[in-house]
């Protein structure tokens, strides 16, 4: 029988008449025009035949969760299977000799070691083997002999060698190529020593890169391992980000196919496919270029895994109120009906009842505290009925997938996990398992340039090849050790002919992995580097010294979308046959003008449309306001853009002003008789707050929130009583909450007082403050927030009307958090009112409510409204401020 | 991102070291090395490393090395890998240095976590929440956290107040936890040593010698104000030093009126030199007062009686954040540092560790805090440990570093365990005659931390003097912001002299600030100067417009009753709507929705058409996909492109996108979810970084600490006036001293306990020496010329400099005010973007070039369902035909491998019920048994036979059930024989393997369907039109009644058939 062993450092692909060829993946196959066969498709037959199979993934877990707790009883037994993970698969992948591995492991080891064991026999005694010992198993099961051809296994791994050893036939040939001087080949050079002494045959027929028929590819992996040089150095582009890197990749590979390239013959290596899957699919979603991505995710990093997850928090949590309001809110979720979302910010509900006062729609979502799985899983089905999931999930691919996988695995675990009750905690958990452990194809178009890691590259070959992302810790990664058995622990097992892989020849893989990448392009590769990833600077790659090349950044301006072609073009003399283009020209200028020095025109406030101010109701605030920033009042008063309030944990600062206005209107009003007003208004206190709690009007937070802060409230208003400043000694008091209406200066203006008193030094208003500072005033000549509105106008203008022979004292703001007077009225303030008023007129003549807020921008501070009026450095520019 | 070569890079050439370099390099034991600025200690750690490989005999696992950011870790491996490559170390070391543990102190911390999650407590597999997660995540559980305290602390110390307090305590929830549990026991002493040692000073002080003599030599006439001052002095002096009343006395002291008198009550010059001497003790005193008089009052008990409930209520709350982030498996960095800590209390951790890790080197050892120093103060007990670091560099103690640590770990390995202790001070940045400044300027402002520096480089070609002050001329009236002008248009001229005149490169400049505020002004003033100059980025990305621009789509989105985010859409570039427009639209009634009132307006309906094909994308699409849609449907990106600063606007807008990937990658991807995540940084302020904009040839701007590392020919250090002004937040935690805060006092108005005051005061004092060491940093990145600016005279950078600037005879020039210049410029317009050379906007059409044999015929059914299926690979929402197709699967099975029974058909198939698995081992049967598959059942036929065929442009992939002599076969179990439908398939089985006829078996029929030579014939015909479409990327749908009926994708499809359609026409 002869075999043979072809060594070649670039192997062309010529397959042996009639033999099958075998492949690691499609791509390869692809390339040679074969139908895809692989080794475990050859294993697994094998193993049918004797009447075993590989162990379903879940089955398989759930099979070692129960081994391992049984043999280490207490541990936490699911993370005990995910640290687990990679040391049984390495030990059943490549025969490892468990036994020894028990005796010489450190305890751990030993101790995982037992569990592998007992796994194994447990899986045997019901007719499964382990995914991961597929190839070992078939490799020991003296195979029917076949007639392979073998390429693009291009690293030696010893499940798979032996596997060949034992099923290649007569004239089969494998291809496993080596570079005589270069170290990183050393562990195909062992193996291929171990298959010469199976008595294969050596093949070599090197064609150096001198051949004229090499491809780039060989020439640069020439360059790579041995440092020889030819012909031009190879050109690597450095980009700012990877949106760049991907974006000038996806443009140059778009004028390929432009110029005649077909897609298939295109690929995108990029080792960090996390990183990079997305991005290339954003882009070239916007360029129109097809792409293929092979790469699998985790459910948890799909949108429905995203909403399982909040459904698990919900639960968990009570359904407080953010996690439920994002699983209502969420696409997937159930809704609320319209405005339901307004009302559930305006009053936080945090517990099941209070959602459904709420209009959620939670009737049918009990639960007990323990339960069988399956009755756990009817509940998630029922939300999923209810918010009409599987349909949802449909409009995307990825996402139907990921339901689908997410309910078969479900129906999987209602069967194994059995009828014991179990409790939301251990089934989260197991939900989260499976949003962890479960994947699916991120992308799953089959048509287009390819996006392949270097694993899945081996093999292949594409006219051309863009290998991107090449920064140190990307390409070549970063190595990870393993937690449980770490390359120090390796170390020592070696010694005893326990092998696991070492860190050398991790890293040399990693080295290996992308010169057979370059093997893969044929007329062209191209690198790239990205300077940033995620915010964080990188370097350059090490291959890049390697291949004696520096990356440079690319002078070439080029578009690929419409998008891109409206940025570059917009300012251009250039017709655009876009209406969007055309619209966004527009958009500029518009937007030009707000940040240039020219004057606020109608896009920054100034209507240019008369308002008559003697037509509207005026109040003090509403006059501070406009004089303040005629924007901000044009947005609240003109344009009636009411903010929607989310209440936080506390009641919000407006609502508290409301509440404690009325609890202690209420309370007062029920004292100003008695001799000590003080004295009483505290006795009515808390009558008043329970009354005040209950008025609809107000809305306070759902009561689970309101409850905490209570008697925080309560003590607060009493505090603010006992102040002296609250009432002075002899006074009494006129009014509550007094209304007044008066026409002044041609506007006419209303308001309510909170409080009226007559003071020895005479008539008073006060206004009662929730703040702890004297509330903003309007702009002064300076810009300058310094004009009081409403004591000048409550103490000279409505008290004069509502008490036209009284004698005026001081009115005064009141403190209600500090307990202090703030201020009172000084000379010279109505004068400086009634100028005030002059103006506003002006401005409202000529429809004038620019943005332009006090020197200080302090009027911005409790605006509602600088999402809508673009202030910001530009306001300096517009030179109206000295 | 500007790079400036690294310093070390120099201090590399061909391995030279200088002597200080090698002599810690070579160090035998443990070495401490402080490296100044620029002194080359990249270099120095990769020859360490090498010496405990080489002369240590050490593999690089053995060896680990720990550094301050990712970046830094990533470039010491590169340049150890250099260093082992060039000494000539074998492949299997080299190798072995990949692996080696080189990282940050997180990712040392993390490894540690996984490797001993049992000990720590942890899950295996958690995740980690980065810096701007885990104040959100944090944030989002604080509702259910709280209301885990008891009800009657709640009442106690007051919801709101409490709620702050414990917000506030989980941004550093282990330093808290530390300081509540010091309680109140020390203060008493605390403040004691405390006041005592500040009154000492004073007592040491000169002002109070000088005033000891002078004042009681001179005695002025009695009556005369500054007499009566004079005796004040005496009196108090004397007390203070009798230690009676010392509070009172030293509160005299500060109040010393020292500028009335008359001349002539005094004997000649008398008056002067009193009141110059009086002036200055009342000045020393000023310094000491708040920390000497300090003395606990009823504040402080009332302080020391909430600790006890405040540490039981954050208790309740940090156990409900940690069992709540164990349950969702994820951990913060905070959390890693502590576990770690935990882990590694346990002894065979330690051991384990000991055994792997021998020799350690720790770069940036100033920046560590103190759990990370207590954890590798544990991993290196028995290691020889090289620490890098410069106390004159420590600028992060805003984050909790300590660069006392550093000094104490120094003085451990010096004196205690023998090492060496070597200080770097070859510098290989700036040039001889800078350095010398340097020196000068910073030794009476750093003190005892002060290390000379020798230069390497001798010559510049830029003028002295090469550090350069200067200050904006004071004018009355004039405001804070147009100074910042005046010192910005300034800059933009020495910028252009240096470039124009010395020939320095754009990008060979920078700005570097302490906060990242001035920026913008001096950024706004460079461009409008013609300065090519770019923000490096700093800020937070929310603050953006953009981001803003994008928030309000997006909450527009989830809810289109909410106006503002509406209004805010309108007016801004995505539709640009004037507001005269939204004058004419508003709502007559207050309350209505502006989304009805801009329907059928005119103004509004490209908004209006845009935004209602958002809303119904929303459910298929991620936020990123709804900006991207939103983008294309405005050509928003276009705008701000071209607005100035456009990169920097794009790179902002990108870099928002960026941000939405990674939810989405976390699985929050969903608009909602990305609008709460928004908000939640905006609440928690969250300082989410800009993206890193490319320099290329221009000025760099940005903060001090994002130039840590890097360096330039000449740097602007500007705003050297301007006071940061810190909120002081009413709860103070120290870990030292514990925790503090404001309480309401008798009058209502919040005071201050002494303790409270004397963390403050500590706080300040730390906040002064960083303060000291940032412009350490920053003026240390020069290599040829240092400017120093301010708005003004004086403030705190100027304040802290001018002893050393005094020291250095560098005088500041004054900027004359100029009021036509105080105006923020205009900008122009900027310039267009260059034209592109490739213009390639239409998307390109591409079929694929490999089909499953079984795809024609959907084909040939509607292309749009062959794209859903073959080239989408949607799998439809097919209902009941699972079973039907389970079926199919397992009479495959069966007849492929045999199979009689229904256990080992389960055993292969993984799953099937009772009923599935005996029809099909009956449709097995009835192949295996029937005389109607007589004719096909020959020995020798193969199964199951892979086949990979061109046809033109298409290859047809595919496996035939059997393959005969002369024919191939296909099983179908289907109820309904449809040969019509098969037909494709079969044909291309026959082409294939260049067979004349094809038969299919219908199992459930009974029925062996022939297709031969002539009707293959036919087929070969009908199938090439369609492989040509296929090939071409045609997709177009040929809906109708039956087609789409039986479709499992007519739920999502938008050309399906609709019989109501039909009807209405
Ligand atoms: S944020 Fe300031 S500028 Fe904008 S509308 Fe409000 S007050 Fe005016």
Redesign the interface.
């Known amino acids: 029988m002869a075999r043979f062993l072809n060594i070649s450092r670039f192997p062309a692909p010529s397959p042996t008449q009639d033999a099958l060829v075998i492949t690691p993946h499609r791509a390869a196959a692809a390339a040679l025009k074969v139908p895809y066969n692989s080794l475990p498709r050859l294993a697994r037959a094998e193993l049918r035949k004797n009447g075993l199979e590989v162990i379903p993934a879940l089955e398989g877990r759930h099979i070692l969760k129960q081994t391992a707790s049984r043999i280490l009883t207490g541990a936490d037994t699911s993370s005990l299977v995910s640290s687990l993970g990679h040391i049984l698969a390495t030990t059943l992948r490549t025969g490892i000799d468990v036994d020894s591995l028990i005796e010489r492991g450190s305890p751990r080891v030993s101790d995982l070691a037992r569990i592998i064991k007992a796994y194994r026999a447990e899986l045997l005694q019901k007719g499964f083997i382990d995914r991961s010992e597929l190839l070992w198993w078939a490799a020991n099961s003296r195979p029917e002999p076949l007639l392979l051809y073998i390429y693009g296994h291009s690293r030696a791994r010893k499940e798979e060698i032996f596997f060949i050893n034992a099923i290649a036939g007569d004239n089969s040939e494998l291809v496993l190529p080596i570079q005589p001087d270069d170290d990183a080949f050393a562990v195909n050079r062992e193996w291929a020593e171990w298959l010469r002494s199976r008595k294969w045959t050596l093949k070599n027929f090197s064609e150096g890169p001198e051949d004229p028929h090499s491809s780039e590819g060989q020439y640069l992996a020439s360059t790579f391992s041995g440092g020889l040089h030819f012909g031009q150095p190879p050109s690597a582009t450095k980009y700012s980000n990877i949106e760049a890197e991907t974006r000038g990749i996806l443009a140059s590979a778009k004028q390929r196919i432009l110029d005649g390239a077909k897609a298939q013959d295109i690929a995108i290596v990029a080792r960090d496919q996390d990183l990079y899957a997305p991005v290339i699919e954003a882009i070239a979603a916007e360029y129109g270029v097809p792409v293929r991505i092979q790469h699998k995710v985790k459910l948890a990093s799909t949108m429905f895994g995203g909403f399982v997850q909040l459904v698990m928090d919900a639960f968990a949590l009570d359904m407080s109120y953010e996690v439920t309001a994002r699983m209502l809110m969420h696409p997937y979720g159930m809704g609320l009906p319209p405005g339901g979302w307004a009302m559930a910010r305006g009053r936080r509900p945090s517990n099941r009842d209070e959602w459904i006062l709420t209009s959620a729609p939670f009737e049918n979502l009990i639960w007990p505290e323990r339960q069988p799985f399956a009755l756990w899983s009817g509940l998630v089905r029922t939300i999923f009925q209810l918010a009409d999931v599987r349909n949802k999930t449909a409009l995307h691919t990825r996402e139907i997938l990921a339901f689908n996988a997410f309910n078969e695995a479900l129906t999987e675990l209602d069967q194994l996990e059995g009828g014991r009750p179990i409790t939301l905690k251990e089934f989260s958990s197991s939900l989260t398992e499976i949003l962890g452990e479960s994947m699916v194809p991120f992308h799953s178009n089959a048509v287009g340039i390819e996006l392949h890691e270097p694993n899945t590259i081996l093999g292949a070959a594409y006219d051309h090849l863009y290998i991107i992302g090449l920064a140190e810790s990307v390409f070549p990664a970063a190595i990870k050790e393993n937690p449980v058995l770490d390359f120090f622990e390796r170390k020592t097992l070696t010694k005893y002919g326990i092998d696991f892989e070492e860190a050398a020849e991790v890293a040399r893989w990693e080295t290996l992995s992308f010169y057979f990448t370059l093997l893969a392009g044929r007329k062209s590769v191209s690198f790239s580097f990205p300077e940033v990833i995620e915010n964080s600077e990188r370097i350059a790659s090490p291959f890049f010294d390697r291949l004696g090349i520096t990356p440079e950044r690319s002078g070439v301006v080029s578009v690929s979308s419409r998008e891109e072609a409206r940025s570059v073009l917009l300012r251009h003399d250039r017709l655009l046959d876009d209406n969007v283009a055309i619209g966004a020209r527009e958009h500029l200028r518009i937007e030009s003008l707000r940040e240039s020095a020219s004057p606020h025109d109608e896009y920054d406030g100034v209507i240019g449309v008369r308002l008559d101010p003697a037509s509207r109701t005026w109040s003090a605030s509403q006059l501070t306001t406009i004089s303040q920033c005629g924007f901000r009042w044009f947005a609240q008063r003109v344009l009636r853009l009411a903010p929607v309030n989310e209440v936080d944990l506390g009641m919000d600062y407006g609502k508290r002003g409301i509440f404690y206005h009325r609890v202690l209107e209420l309370a007062v009003s029920r004292a100003k008789d008695a001799p000590d007003i003080r004295a009483a208004t505290l006795q009515h206190l808390e009558e008043a707050f329970a009354e005040a709690e209950a008025d609809p009007e107000i809305e306070l937070p759902m009561l689970s929130n309101w409850q905490l802060q209570r008697s925080e409230h309560l003590r607060a208003i009493r505090k603010a009583i006992e102040a002296p400043d609250f009432i002075v000694e002899g006074a009494s008091v006129l009014g509550l909450e007094q209304k007044f209406e008066v026409d002044w200066k041609g506007l006419r203006i209303m308001g309510y007082i909170d409080r009226v008193d007559q003071t020895p030094a005479g008539l008073i208003a006060i206004d009662y403050k929730t703040s702890s500072a004297v509330p903003k005033g309007a702009k002064d000549e300076t810009g300058r927030l310094s004009i009081d509105v409403q004591i000048p106008l409550y103490s000279n203008v409505a008290l004069r009307q509502l008490y036209p022979d009284g004698k005026l004292g001081n009115s005064i703001y009141y403190s209600l958090t500090k307990g202090k007077k703030l201020r009172s009225e000084k000379p010279g303030d109505f004068e400086k009112l009634e100028e005030l008023i002059d103006k506003l007129k002006l401005a409202m003549e000529s429809g004038n409510y620019a943005v332009d807020p006090d020197i200080d921008e302090g009027a911005c501070t409790y605006c509602e409204y600088e999402l809508l009026c673009r202030k910001g450095p530009r306001l300096e520019r517009k030179g109206i401020k000295e | ?1 500007p790079k400036g070569p690294e310093a070390g890079e120099k201090g590399d050439k061909g391995m030279r070291l200088t002597p200080s370099q090698k002599k810690a390099a070579e160090a035998p034991g443990s070495v401490a090395v402080t490296a100044g600025a620029g002194t080359g200690k990249t270099s120095m750690l990769a020859t360490r490393y090498l010496h405990h490989v080489t002369v240590g005999g050490l593999s690089p ?2 060896v680990a090395a720990v550094t301050f ?3 830094a ?3 010491l ?2 340049r150890i ?1 250099k260093t082992m490559h060039r000494s000539g170390q074998p ?2 070391t080299l ?5 080696a ?1 080189i990282s940050t102190i997180h990712a040392l911390a993390t ?1 540690i976590c ?2 001993f ?2 000990l720590a407590g942890i ?3 958690f995740t980690i929440l980065d810096q701007t997660e885990s104040p959100v995540w944090m944030w ?5 956290a ?2 885990n305290v008891d ?1 009657s602390i ?2 106690d110390l ?4 409490l ?1 702050a307090a414990l917000r506030e305590f989980l941004n550093d929830p282990y330093t808290v936890q530390k300081a509540l549990g010091l309680g109140s026991d020390n203060w008493e002493a605390l403040i004691k040593k405390e006041s005592g040692a500040a009154l000492e000073a004073f007592l040491n002080c000169t002002e109070w010698a000088e005033a000891h003599t002078t004042i009681r030599g001179i005695q002025g006439r009695t009556g005369d104000r500054l007499e009566d001052a004079r005796a004040a002095a005496i009196n108090a002096m004397d007390r203070i030093q009798a230690a009676e009343n010392v509070e009172t006395e030293l509160e005299v002291l500060t109040k010393l009126s020292a500028h009335l008198g008359q001349a002539s009550n005094w004997p000649p010059g008398g008056k002067e030199s009193i009141g110059r001497c009086l002036r200055s003790l009342k000045r020393a005193a000023n310094e000491v007062y708040d920390l000497a008089s300090l003395v606990l009052g009823p504040d402080d008990a009332e302080t020391a009686r909430r600790i006890e409930p405040l540490r039981a209520s954050f208790d309740q709350v940090r156990k409900f954040m940690a069992a ?1 982030k164990l ?3 994820v951990l913060d960095f905070a959390d890693l540092e502590h576990y770690a800590l935990k882990v590694l209390d346990n002894e065979t951790a330690r051991q384990h560790y000991a ?2 890790w021998r020799a350690f080197l720790v770069d940036e050892f100033q920046d560590t805090n103190p759990i990370q120093a207590e954890i590798l103060e544990l991993l290196t007990r028995d290691a020889a440990l090289t620490i890098v670091g410069d106390e004159k560099q420590a600028i992060y103690g805003f984050r909790g570093a300590d660069a006392g640590v550093f000094t104490r770990v120094r003085h451990r390995i010096s004196i205690e365990s023998d090492g060496l202790d070597v200080p770097l001070d070859r510098t290989f940045r700036a040039h001889t005659g800078l350095v010398e400044q340097m020196n000068r300027v910073f030794e009476p402002v750093l003190g005892e931390i002060h290390q000379a520096l020798e230069a390497e480089r001798t010559e510049t070609t830029l003028p002295a003097p090469y550090i350069r002050s200067a200050v904006v001329e004071e004018v009355k009236g004039a ?1 804070p ?1 147009h100074q910042q002008m005046i010192e910005a248009r300034y800059i933009a001229d020495q910028i252009r002299w240096l470039h124009e005149e010395l020939g320095v490169p754009f990008r060979e400049i920078a700005i570097i600030s302490r906060t990242w505020r001035p920026l ?2 001096y950024l ?1 003033v460079l461009s409008a100067s013609g300065i090519p100059a770019v923000h490096a980025g700093g800020g937070s990305l929310l603050d953006t ?1 953009e981001a ?1 621009d994008i ?2 789509l997006l909450s527009f989105l ?2 289109p ?5 509406l ?2 859409l309108l ?6 709507v ?3 427009d ?2 004419e639209t ?2 007559s ?4 929705s ?1 989304w009805n009132a801009i329907q059928g307006r005119a103004a509004f309906s ?1 908004a209006v058409e845009s935004l209602n094909i958002l809303i119904n994308a ?5 936020s ?2 709804i900006v ?1 849609l939103a ?14 600063f456009g990169s920097r606007r ?1 790179a902002d807008f ?1 870099g928002l ?2 941000l939405f ?2 939810l ?10 990305t609008v ?1 995540y928004m908000r939640e940084l905006i609440e928690t302020e969250t300082v989410l ?1 800009r ?4 320099v ?1 040839d221009a000025v760099s701007l940005m903060t001090i600490h994002m130039a840590k590392g890097l360096e330039w020919r000449v740097v602007f250090v500007p705003d050297l006036a301007n006071k940061e002004n810190f909120s002081i937040p009413q709860v103070l935690v120290d870990p030292e001293i514990g925790v503090s805060f404001q309480i309401e006092g008798e009058g ?2 919040m005071t201050e306990p002494a303790i409270y005051k004397l963390i403050k005061l500590k706080k300040r004092e730390k906040e002064r020496d960083e303060e000291r060491r940032l412009l350490y940093v920053a003026i240390t990145r020069a290599k040829d010329m240092v400017f120093l600016t301010a708005t003004k005279e004086g403030g705190p950078g100027m304040d802290i400099l001018r002893p050393g600037l005094d020291a250095a005879g560098i005088n500041d020039e004054i900027i004359p005010f100029d009021k036509t210049k105080a ?5 122009g ?1 900027p310039e ?13 059409s ?5 089909i499953p044999a079984t795809a024609l015929s959907v084909y040939a059914k509607c292309p749009a369902r062959f794209y859903w299926q ?6 439809g ?1 097919g209902e009941g035909h699972a079973s039907a197709m389970l079926i199919g699967e397992l009479t495959h099975l069966a007849l492929e ?1 045999d199979i009689n029974d229904a256990a ?1 058909l389960r ?2 198939a ?2 099937g019920a009772e009923t599935e698995l005996a029809r099909a081992l009956g449709f097995a049967r009835s192949f295996r048994e029937m005389p109607e598959f007589a004719a096909v059942r020959i020995n020798g036929n193969e199964k199951e036979v ?3 065929k ?1 046809f033109g442009p298409l ?1 047809i ?1 595919g496996i035939a059930d059997v393959v005969g002599s002369d024919f191939v076969l296909d099983y179908k179990t289907d109820a309904e024989m449809d040969p019509e439908e098969h037909r494709f398939q079969i044909w291309a089985y026959a082409r294939a393997f260049d067979k004349k006829r094809g038969y299919i078996a219908y199992l459930a029929h009974n029925v062996l369907y022939e297709f031969g030579p002539d009707d293959l014939a036919e087929i070969d015909v009908s199938v090439q039109i369609h492989l040509d479409n296929i090939a071409k ?1 045609l997709y177009d749908a040929t809906p109708s009644e039956s087609v789409c009926g039986q479709c499992v994708y007519r ?2 499809c938008k050309f399906r058939f609709e019989v109501k359609v039909q009807k209405e026409e």
């Open positions: 991102m696992l053995s950011t990712e970046k870790a990533d470039e491996r590169a890998r492949d299997s190798a072995e240095v990949e692996a543990q490894r996984r490797d999650y049992d899950p295996a597999d989002e559980k604080f509702e259910e709280v209301s009800t709640i009442d007051g919801f709101s107040w709620a709540e349950r969702e498996r055994l792997r405001l912001r913008d002004d706004r417009r803003k928030y309000a989830v809810d009753t909410d106006d503002i985010p209004a805010a007016r801004s570039p995505f539709f640009a004037s507001d005269r939204l004058y508003a709502p009634v207050a309350g209505a502006w490209q929303l459910s298929a699409n991620s990123e996909r991207a983008n294309s449907l405005t050509g928003y990106e276009a705008v701000i492109a071209n607005l100035p794009t990108r996108l960026e990937r990674k989405e990658r976390r699985g929050r991807g969903d608009v909602f979810g709460r970084p993206p890193h904009l490319d290329g209502y108005e105006i923020a410029p205009d900008l317009e267009p973007l260059p034209l592109p050379e490739q213009l390639n906007t239409a998307p390109l591409v079929g694929p070039s490999t073959y080239v989408e690979g949607h799998p929402l491998l080992s055993q292969h993984g799953k892979s086949f990979a061109a290859t992939i990327g739920q999502i």
